[in-house]
């Protein structure tokens, strides 16, 4: 069993940045690939971030690429999502994961173990 604690949202005016983090309870974390999805008011969770369990490969919505940033603190069993040049289409609730099995990072079917989430709501 892996704990997943999110932490870092909050209210942030457009145009403004969050750094998420997302603290793992195991030792075993190096070995979960790790990802972060959202989930919006009356819509469907949907994919943000994800990142290999060696934190060699990266992986990035088309909404997020190039304003988003995964990384991973193996040392401190910590994963983290900075958010840059955050937009009103940004608010959501937003959950880190661990996959450990073989499956796709965009699935979140495929991920074992999840946090409670972090809201993270931006102003006009």
């Known amino acids: 069993q892996v704990q997943l604690v999110e932490s870092g949202g909050g209210l942030v005016q457009a145009g403004g940045s969050l750094r998420l983090s997302c603290s793992a309870s195991r030792r075993t974390f190096i070995s979960y690939d790790m990802g972060w999805f959202r989930q919006a008011p009356g819509k469907q969770r949907e994919f943000v971030a994800a990142i290999s369990s060696s934190g060699g490969r990266t992986y990035y919505a088309d909404s997020v690429k190039g304003r988003f940033t995964i990384s991973r603190d193996n040392g401190k069993n910590t994963v983290y999502l900075q958010t840059n040049n955050l937009n009103l289409e940004d608010t959501a609730v937003y959950y880190c994961?661990?996959?450990?099995?073989?499956?796709?990072?965009?699935?979140?079917?495929?991920?074992?173990?999840w946090g409670q989430g972090t809201q993270v709501t931006v102003s006009s």
């Open positions: 994961a661990a996959k450990l099995y073989s499956g796709s990072v965009y699935r979140s079917g495929d991920y074992n173990y």
